[in-house]
Structures are given as C-alpha cells and as structure tokens.
C-alpha cells in the first residue's frame, strides 16, 4: 500500500482532473514540491536532493500533454546548495516566485488581451481557460458588452466550468454542444483559447476538438487568438520532439453498462489535439500578442534555451521555464 502524503495526494489529483487546467497543475505542482520539501527532516543533503528528485518524478508522470507542469517543476528544482536548510530556502523561493508569476502572466494578458475584444463582440471558447477567461473578464470590466458561445467541451464537459465562471461574472454566456462549433460560426466575431503546450513552430496544442473550432474559424474568417502564458511553450521542441497527446481512460467517452454491451469495440480518447500554426492570428503571452511564428524566439531568447539544453532536457525527460 502507498502511503498517502500531501504530494501523492496532489499528484492524484491532477492525475483525476480534480485539479486540472494547465496554469493550475503548474502552480498546484509547484506548492507540493514546496511543502514536500519543507517536510523532509534529514539534515542529509544527498538524501534530501534524492526524495525532491523523486517528488518530481511523481508529479511529472501525472499528466503529460500540459508543458506548464514540467516547467514549474525544473522551475522549483533549480537550486544548488551544501545544506538542507539552504535548499529548502532555495525550493520555497522557487516555488513562490513561480506561482506569483504564473498569476500575474494571467492578469496581464487579461489585459492585452482585452484589447482584441471590441463592444458587442461575440466570442468562442472551447473548454475552460483561466487565460481565455481573464480576457473576457477584462473585457467585460472594461464595460464592453460581450457574449461568450461556450463548447460543452465532451466527454469531461469543462465547458461547463466555463459556464459557471461567466455566469458568475455577470458575462452573457451561450452554451452548445461541440458539434454545433461550425454552425454557430457564423455570429461568432473572435474566438478565443487557453494552451496546454505551444510548439517551437507556433502549433498549439490544446484541448480535443481545439482544431476544429479554428478550421471553422479559418472557413468563416472568423479571427482565432490563443492565450498562453510563456512558460507554455515548450522547449524540448527545439530538439525536433513532439508534444505527447494523453489519451484518457475509454470510461471517460462510454460507460461500463454499454461497454459490456460491446466488448468488441474499440475506443479512442485523445485529451488534446493539435493546431497548425497557420489556422492561429495571434498568441497573447504576458510578454505581449505574438504571431505563432516568434514562438522560437520566446523559447530561445525570452526562455533562454539553446539547442543543447534542450537536447539535455529531453534525455532528462523534462522542460524548463527559462
Ligand atoms: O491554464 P489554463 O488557461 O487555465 O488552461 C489551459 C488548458 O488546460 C485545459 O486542460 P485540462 O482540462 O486540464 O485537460 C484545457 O485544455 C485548457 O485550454
């Protein structure tokens, strides 16, 4: 039996969705390592260099597609120090300089983004995007009358949490199902996602179903914009590496009852999916709204990443936030 510490709980967690959205996992990843760390009584710096490193495998194993979770992780992780005192100082400062500044990326492009959203404005979102969202908020602060068309978001239905936010907001909020994406189109003005991963080529990666709101985008001329915070954008990319799609657990899509009903069929349930550059107008990180096609130079010069450190990384199993 393992024994439940504050660490596997939190990596259970996101593991279950129960803490989910990518800027959340990377933030609620980063405390844990925090209070992991904090928690170890040896005095013996190896053996307390050994469990965060364990700490980081158990969480980086939780979920794979969302690039802000190993970010934070090597983020927390990097410290050098002969003591245990000293790291645990080091990892503290880390981890609250990474969640402070994973908010205030959310709220600054909250702000630019606001600036894409003009009054009477319709806007698409596909699942649920603390990012998208703060843009939509700003928006609405601002005094800009807005209504958000929400995806249902299948087989998890984040849009449903999507729903709640902008209901809660006093935002004016349609919901549909993810097959009506392309019929709605047509009195959609922007729309508007979060990112799990931004690749070295300025692909997004990002919820299933994410590309076919922007085919339909790109068919209507309906503007596509991403908001993503830059420790989204994923290194090893660089090195020529894919992004991983998770693929969930067939449960998710069909029950037990129907499954039984047809053991013979197959199931697939790929969590995320991938949108060609070309399909996106614009990426709004807290650094300012890019074109995809400057998504190397956030990596290299704003992430500070060459080639080799990637190359590194990769063998590692991990990325870096700069
Ligand atoms: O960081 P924020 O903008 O909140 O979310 C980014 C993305 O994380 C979510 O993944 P999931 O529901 O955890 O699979 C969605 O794909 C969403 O677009």
Redesign the pocket.
């Known amino acids: 039996m393992i024994l439940m510490t504050a660490l596997t709980e939190t990596a259970e967690k996101i593991k279950n969705?129960e803490i989910?959205?990518?800027?959340?996992?990377a933030r609620s990843a980063a405390e844990a390592m925090k209070e992991e760390a904090l928690s170890i009584k040896t005095k013996d710096i190896k053996e307390f260099n050994r469990r965060m490193e364990d700490a980081y495998n158990i969480l980086y194993s939780t979920r794979p597609t969302?690039v802000?979770l190993p970010n934070a992780l090597r983020a927390v992780m990097r410290y050098k120090a002969d003591t245990v005192e000293d790291a645990k100082t080091a990892i503290a400062a880390n981890a609250d300089a990474f969640i402070s500044g994973s908010e205030n990326a959310v709220k600054k492009i909250g702000e630019i983004g606001a600036h894409r959203i003009k009054d009477g404005d319709t806007i698409m979102t596909h699942?649920?995007?603390?990012?998208?969202f703060a843009i939509f908020e700003t928006a609405y602060r601002q005094g800009k009358d807005i209504n958000v068309i929400a995806t249902e978001t299948r087989p998890?239905q984040?849009g449903y949490v999507t729903v709640d936010f902008l209901q809660k907001s006093g935002i004016p909020t349609t919901l549909i199902l993810d097959s009506a994406v392309r019929y709605t189109m047509k009195k959609v003005d922007l729309v508007i996602?979060?990112?799990?991963a931004v690749t070295v080529n300025g692909s997004l990666v990002?919820?299933v179903g994410t590309s076919q709101v922007a085919l339909a985008a790109n068919e209507a001329r309906v503007g596509f914009v991403c908001?993503a915070e830059t420790y989204k954008f994923s290194p090893r990319t660089l090195f020529g590496e894919m992004v991983e799609i998770e693929e969930r657990d067939p449960t998710e899509v069909l029950c037990n009852e129907l499954r039984a009903k047809w053991p013979n069929l197959k199931i697939s349930n790929p969590?995320?999916d991938i949108t060609p550059h070309k399909y996106i107008d614009m990426i709004i990180t807290e650094i300012g709204a890019i074109s995809p096609e400057m998504a190397y130079w956030v990596i290299k010069d704003k992430l500070g990443w060459e080639l080799e450190e990637a190359a590194e990384a990769s063998m590692r199993g991990c990325d870096d936030e700069n």
């Open positions: 969705m989910r959205g990518a800027g959340k996992i969302a802000s699942c649920n995007s603390s990012a998208a998890r984040q996602v979060g990112a799990d990002n919820k908001a969590a995320f």
